[in-house]
């Protein structure tokens, strides 16, 4: 497949999604609306997180670009006086990028439980610093006002679909971005180096500089799904950076699998039905059903929830109709073939 349908048949397929759902949300609730929203923006963080999963490493800090782009999205408004969704989003994401960018580069030098625990720390530093932060509204938090969308104030009654329209129509651009580029030479490569580093280091390429890069893009999906989140709550707090809110996304992208980028939001989607309902019916053991649905999950599913619709290895190079990904193995014997032989030079 070409490097022009690579980029172009994800982003049909995903304009096509963003239309249909777009018509199915005039027929849902407000309350369905904005459990969809907030389904969206946990989806968002957790695909950002797949990036790196799929280059072998697992951050227990994905909280940290999550909250800073929820309190730039906030703070955005009485200090910079934006009152624009959209460029809400986009700073939301610019700023967990750019602190990102400066901890890449230290970060990418380690692997395993080390990078897990550092990512984890940090989050948890700036958890201290914003409960701490009395301007900020410490431990409390701050409400934000409801922004203009594209310079269009929703009113109460349309406020919800809205919102709905802003978040799919942004998550059909990231998912389209990140169909491409898993099945991209680079996207390829973080594969090879789940598999097998030191080959790849051999190729020719850097591997601490292709982990950094993900780790500055998965931050910058974190900041977009947490400025979602913020708008759509109209609050922000410190908690967005606790620990558990970083738990809460390792399910997520675990549940969800790395070989289906469809399979990242409808894991989401299902994991918030699960745990509203859950609540619902069970107020006291709500906790206990939603782990049992976890466990069940991890148990049945072990490659995730896409691997439902997208079983055997794949060989394609390119994404499919569903948003599948190319996950194949890498071959022991050497390369001579492919993209991975065009990025070494072959």
């Given at each position: 497949m070409s490097t022009r349908s690579a980029v172009l048949r994800p982003l049909a397929v995903a304009a096509l999604v963003v239309a249909a759902l777009a018509a199915a949300g005039l027929a849902l609730p407000s309350w369905l609306l904005f459990l969809s929203t907030m389904a969206i923006a946990h989806a968002v963080v957790a695909l950002g997180l797949v990036f790196m999963m799929r280059g072998g490493l697992v951050s227990f800090g994905q909280g940290l670009p999550f909250c800073l782009g929820a309190y730039a999205a906030g703070l955005a408004g009485p200090w910079l006086g934006l009152a624009d969704a959209v460029w809400l989003l986009i700073l939301g994401g610019i700023t967990a990028g750019v602190v990102a960018a400066?901890?890449?580069?230290?970060?990418?030098?380690?692997?395993?439980?080390?990078?897990?625990?550092?990512?984890?720390?940090?989050?948890?530093?700036?958890?201290?610093?914003?409960?701490?932060?009395?301007?900020?509204?410490?431990?409390?938090?701050?409400?934000?006002?409801?922004?203009?969308?594209?310079?269009?104030?929703?009113?109460?009654?349309?406020?919800?679909?809205?919102?709905?329209?802003?978040?799919?129509?942004?998550?059909?651009?990231?998912?389209?971005?990140?169909?491409?580029?898993?099945?991209?030479?680079?996207?390829?490569?973080?594969?090879?180096?789940?598999?097998?580093?030191?080959?790849?280091?051999?190729?020719?390429?850097?591997?601490?500089s292709m982990m950094a890069v993900n780790f500055v893009v998965a931050a910058v999906y974190g900041g977009i799904g947490g400025a979602l989140a913020a708008i759509a709550l109209g609050h922000i707090e410190p908690t967005f950076a606790y620990w558990t809110t970083s738990g809460e996304i390792v399910f997520l992208a675990i549940l969800s699998g790395q070989v289906s980028v469809v399979a990242v939001f409808v894991a989401s989607l299902i994991l918030e039905l699960v745990r509203s309902f859950a609540n619902l019916y069970f107020p006291e053991t709500w906790q206990l059903a939603l782990g049992a649905f976890l466990l069940a999950v991890i148990l049945f599913l072990p490659k995730g929830i896409g691997s439902i619709w997208h079983r055997g290895p794949a060989s394609r190079r390119g994404p499919a109709a569903d948003g599948s990904v190319a996950d194949g193995p890498v071959t022991d014997g050497p390369v001579t073939d492919g993209p991975l032989a065009k990025e070494s030079g072959r």
């Open positions: 400066v901890f890449g580069p230290l970060l990418s030098r380690y692997r395993g439980i080390f990078f897990a625990m550092l990512t984890l720390a940090l989050s948890m530093v700036l958890y201290g610093l914003l409960v701490k932060a009395t301007p900020l509204g410490g431990s409390d938090g701050l409400n934000i006002a409801r922004p203009a969308i594209l310079g269009v104030e929703p009113t109460a009654e349309t406020a919800d679909y809205a919102l709905f329209l802003l978040a799919i129509v942004t998550a059909g651009i990231l998912s389209a971005i990140a169909a491409a580029h898993f099945n991209s030479v680079r996207g390829l490569m973080s594969l090879a180096v789940k598999e097998n580093e030191l080959r790849v280091e051999y190729m020719g390429a850097s591997v601490r």
